[in-house]
């Protein structure tokens, strides 16, 4: 006769069926981990890089053990609604080339990104509000590559959609949804466009079907496997298809900044993207307290579609041992858009970067800003800003940093001709107990002594 079974016993036992599975998960995670940082480390070891690298490899080996650098692919789904189907066209992604995107933008095959890049997207505020214009930001690396999108997005809503010389900024904050949908598209197709130098765009995508099987040449993650890849030898028909397509970059769970990243570099080719670049930059991405940063490469693509890794104008020769040269590469033509960049800690090592005129000064008022290591957007609604001198004597810049608790855009009004108020800025900056906005500062590198009105705005 059976013993009779206790009440409750089923489920009891389900529970501990329930955590002998989560420990056995735990276990498998730790061992890819544990592999894949041993495989990182030997690889770098066997292949070492120069000294400008040494400590991109001993942060990316050390990255590899933090948890949320490997975290279960449940975590990072993409929701079956923001993936196409493999019988939209457009080409699978090879083994090879996935293995090329990881070197050119890990120098490594076996990273993937964290937690925090996956989960980037372009999304904006609410429209037909003060900030309808802007688009709401995440933490981690990812932040680059969305105020560089900004800044385009900008440049199309003030200069490209509109042709007058001068509009207002309540024109940004009177977008409607779809509106703001149409300057994501036309923003992404431009800077996709002209990266293919005015010849080709490539869009990629995730299908609901695998391409490659996990192996020894490539880290999975769940999602480069199964992208494919859509070429457009037209703009229009790209900004057409990407319009059809902007909800698998703008929805929450598309992992829709990679996705512009790898349409980035395979509109740019890594043919082109090797002759861009030099022997200082030789991946697009740096390893930086546990997640992966922008270099510079990423961002000058971005503004000017090429992968200069400098920001000084065109080449530069650099003496190397043996009396041989080396060429630097700057950026070689004025672009729509600019770059403007502040640093404290630069300044006070006497190392601050020096920008050029091609990016100082753009075709249009529009700057994508690196100040203390934080990207934000400044610019002018006043297209002809910088094309007429006299428009430089007394004009207004407005500014967005992307920070929660920003909720407007701040209003600066800049005064070029306040003589007086130069000999009062030169004894601020020699009493180190003084603080100077950085904003300010960053301003300042291109209008120099300019005296600044935050109008009303408490200047942070």
């Not at 075709?363 to 006299?390: A, E, H, Q």
Request: net charge negative; proline share 3%.
């Amino acid at each position: 006769m059976d013993k009779e079974i206790p009440p409750g016993a089923p489920n009891l036992r389900q529970k501990e069926l329930e955590e002998i599975s989560s420990k056995i998960a735990d276990l498998e995670k730790w061992r890819k981990i544990f592999i894949s940082a041993s495989l990182l480390l030997l690889q770098k070891c066997q292949n070492p890089k120069p000294d400008d690298d040494k400590e991109d490899a001993a942060e990316a080996t050390t990255s590899c053990l933090k948890q949320d650098q490997f975290p279960s692919d449940s975590l990072h789904s993409i929701p079956k609604t923001l993936l196409v189907s493999s019988n939209l066209g457009g080409q699978p992604i090879s083994l090879e080339m996935a293995v090329g995107l990881r070197m050119m933008l890990f120098g490594s095959i076996f990273q993937v990104f964290s937690y925090e890049w996956k989960r980037a997207y372009f999304r904006f505020h609410e429209p037909c509000a003060d900030l309808a214009y802007a688009l709401e930001i995440d933490k981690g690396g990812a932040i680059a590559i969305q105020m560089a999108v900004q800044v385009n997005i900008i440049k199309y809503l003030l200069f490209v959609q509109n042709k007058e010389e001068k509009t207002h900024l309540q024109s940004l904050c009177e977008l409607s949804q779809k509106e703001q949908e149409k300057a994501l598209v036309s923003a992404l197709t431009d800077i996709l466009w002209t990266a293919g130098e005015g010849q080709k765009a490539t869009i990629c995508l995730v299908s609901n079907d695998t391409y490659w099987a996990p192996n020894i040449d490539c880290e999975v993650d769940n999602f480069t496997e199964r992208v494919r890849l859509f070429d457009f030898f037209e703009k229009e028909a790209a900004e057409k298809f990407l319009c059809d397509h902007i909800h698998c970059l703008s929805c929450e769970g598309s992992h829709g900044v990679i996705l512009f990243l790898y349409s980035l570099l395979f509109s740019r080719t890594f043919e082109r993207l090797q002759k861009d670049l030099d022997f200082t930059t030789t991946h697009l991405l740096q390893c930086r307290s546990g997640t992966f940063i922008c270099r510079q490469a990423i961002l000058n693509i971005i503004l000017t579609g090429r992968a200069s890794p400098h920001v000084f104008n065109g080449v530069q020769k650099l003496d190397a041992e043996g009396n041989v040269q080396k060429l630097l590469h700057g950026v070689s033509s004025r672009s729509d858009v600019g770059y403007l960049h502040w640093s404290k800690d630069e300044v006070e090592n006497h190392q601050l970067l020096q920008i050029g005129s091609m990016l100082k000064t753009p075709k249009l008022p529009i700057w994508l800003c690196n100040i203390n290591g934080t990207c934000s957007v400044l610019f002018s609604t006043n297209r002809l800003l910088l094309s007429d001198w006299k428009m430089e004597h007394l004009f207004d810049l407005y500014f967005y940093n992307g920070q929660p608790w920003q909720k407007t855009t701040v209003h600066l009004t800049v005064d070029t001709h306040s003589h007086h108020w130069e000999e009062k800025h030169c004894e601020e900056e020699s009493n180190a107990k003084k603080r100077v906005p950085s904003v300010e500062m960053a301003i300042r590198t291109k209008w120099k002594g300019a005296a600044i009105n935050w109008n009303g705005t408490i200047p942070f």
